[in-house]
């Protein structure tokens, strides 16, 4: 099992920007895929961004897109959602996602995923 710390989230203006991020240990140093989700207030959970096992490739919802950006630090174990030009439907409660094995569905499906939640709550003001 890992463990997770995490830090961000808050109220922000419309048209600002906030950084979560997410700290996670386990037992190895083996990495895979990490993602972000979701969930606004009477919706369902949602995928935001993340990347593949290496690194090598990024995902993000299009609603998102050019705007977030999502980035890790292997030495610290740590990874990161950086929001930019915040729109209030960005207002939700964000989970940090991280998979427990090789993932050969999609990435964007909430099901593979161990999610520890819930996680900081971003709020946008107009």
């Known amino acids: 099992q890992v463990q997770r710390g995490e830090s961000g989230g808050g109220v922000v203006q419309a048209g600002g920007s906030l950084r979560l991020s997410c700290a996670a240990a386990g037992r190895n140093k083996r990495t895979y895929a990490r993602a972000w989700f979701r969930q606004a207030p009477g919706k369902e959970r949602e995928y935001v961004g993340g990347f593949s096992r290496t690194g090598g490739y990024t995902y993000y919802a299009d609603s998102v897109k050019g705007r977030f950006t999502v980035s890790r630090d292997n030495a610290k174990n740590t990874f990161y959602l950086q929001m930019t030009s915040l729109k209030p439907a960005a207002t939700a409660v964000y989970f940090c996602?991280?998979?427990?094995?090789?993932?050969?569905?999609?990435?964007?499906?909430?099901?593979?995923?161990?999610?520890w939640g819930p996680g900081p709550p971003v709020t946008v003001s107009s």
């Open positions: 996602a991280v998979a427990p094995r090789i993932i050969t569905s999609s990435l964007r499906l909430p099901a593979p995923y161990d999610s």
